[in-house]
């Protein structure tokens, strides 16, 4: 009977929510936002609150230079700033939270058969801790993240990946990872916790698409720095206005000076940051990549080199047999035979394949597998095969047989040398098959290149990213699979040694890296890597290294992960680019018709005609508000990144955006002027 009362939510689907159910949540949030304790965390907007508190305590004091209904105007418009850029947060909050909610009400009253000195209890999964080792049988969920110690079962991962198709996990290799809130549909597994309560992957989905629990990026509160400098120098500045007017026998009402000290400092994109980075989070959250740390997406988009392994990522992985070439004297039957036998305990898919083959090429008697001494792969020998009444029967990688058998590499027969090249300069790999130390011949497999995964890295160089394929093979076949995916180098026959020096290397050149990895031997590699993405299906010190975790256990997400990083660094980028300009463009659009009625030679500066002081001081904060609001849609869909290298970047952004901020305030600006004049509004 299962324990568990847990639903499965699928969650990898585009989320079904549309605008009209996350506005609501969303306006509420808006003015419960309006706490200080919460917008402390924009520091742009909390000045905007203040000043918006202080206009609204202004509008009760006479003010024969401000009408009162000028004032009020001014003040309403600086609630509507506020309230918008706490509804751009909310709106890109409430996209994750539906997603959160979903997760939580997955994990609600989920148990555990935890095991003792006496046998096993049954207790709330929230009491497991790391250590505990869990019995999990069919139709009951996994309580939390593990690692397989015994047993071999099928896991229904829907809850977490969208995946319905169920996965093998079983104890040992680099498989044994499970992940709390998934479903046993077959057999049992007993299962160590890898997580303390908080912690697991499931609480770390949750945390990440709950914008209020998400950590601002080293990138943001640098942002935030800069953005804070630009408000202080701005209020020096909007301070000195009044002693200025008061050389010239004038006077600025304080209502102006607040309201101006608001259209100059950054409030665009200080109302739009948080939107930014909570909507870059969730469009990860979408791929069902868990970020570890913001510093990690920071990387990602700014990544120089992409280290890739060749199987399941440049290739589909399932290398196939083509073809069988004898050895010289070897007669076709004896090398059918021989490669049958080395073949027929080989579980992967190459042995399969190399067993389907040879049953139609040569239909021969094959003796039952429990007469067979299988001897599986290994790393170290690089072989496998069976032992079979009394004969040995191996294959595996040319160098490695050669070794086991006691053959130079120089003695290899010349016409099986020059197959052997042949193969793996077409990109096959050739495994050699021999039978009690007789060399027997070499079996071709073919790996075959994802479609578009060439394309995919011409983009990549184009945006000034360096693509390395990481393989085993031997330099030749591995140089034929890099030449027709088209990377830039090749790391081939790679150890974990081999790797981490690399990375070492290109980081020593000051470049950032990033790999994936799914194995216990890419645990070291993934740790030293500026950007480690590890399988969520693969072994736990492979994710315990990474800073990234991808649920769907896809290496190919590595690309898109550097896309998403790419998209949030240059939406920030462009958006600060275009807030910059924007009040640079607003100080020289304003100034001159609020001074004009003091010192009336500035009136040739008033380029726009704007109608008075009050007209100039209103247009100017209603076009500070409504822009928020027309940037929105940017903020939360991020700015599509062009496939270029970065000085290309800088000039479209400073084109589009830097151009763009200097232009709209203006039109902006003097379009609602002639609004307001029109309605009498001023």
Partial sequence: MPMSKAVVAKTSEPLKTNFSSLWRPALVQAF???DPRQLHRAPVMLVVELTAILTTVLCFVPDTAVPTFVAVQIALWLWFTVLFANFAEALAEGRGKARADSLKAGSEGLSARRQTANGFEVVPATRLRKGDVVRVAAGEMIPGDGEVIEGIAAVNEAAITGESAPVIRESGGDRSAVTGNTRLVSDWLLVRITSN???????????????AKRQKTPNEVALDILLIGLTLIFLLVVVTLQPFAHFANGSLPL???????VTLIPTTIGGLLSAIGIAGMDRLVRLNVIAKSGRAVEAAGDVHVLMLDKTGTITFGNRRCAAVHAAPGVSARELAEGTLFASLADDTAEGKSIVEFLRGLHPLPEPGLESLTAVPFSAETRLSGV??????????AVDSLLEFIGMPRNEL???????????????????LVCMDGKLLGVIHLKDVVKPGIRERFAELRKLGIRTVMVTGDNPLTAAAIAAEAGVDDVLAEATPEKKLARIRHEQNDGRLVAMCGDGANDAPALAQADVGMAMNDGTQAAREAANMVDLDSDPTKLLDVVQIGKELLVTRGALTTFSIANDIAKYFAILPALFASIYPQLGVLNVMHLSSPQSAIV????FNALIIVVLIPLALRGVRVQAANAAALLRRNLLIYGLGGIVVPFVGIKLIDMALTALRLV
């Avoid at 209502?255 to 000290?261: D, G, M, S, T």
């Avoid at 027969?413 to 495994?431: C, F, Y």
């Fill in 619 to 622: 247009s100017a904060i209603v």
């Fill in 32 to 34: 419960v936002k309006l």
């Fill in 413 to 431: 027969p010349a016409a099986l040398a020059r197959e052997v090249d042949k193969i793996a300069q077409s990109g096959g790999t050739p495994l």
């Fill in 197 to 211: 309560p908080g912690e697991s992957t499931l609480d770390r989905m949750i945390a990440l698409v709950e914008g």
């Fill in 255 to 261: 209502v102006f000076l607040v309201a101006l000290l």
């Fill in 387 to 396: 032992d079979y009444q009394g004969r040995i029967y191996r294959k595996g």
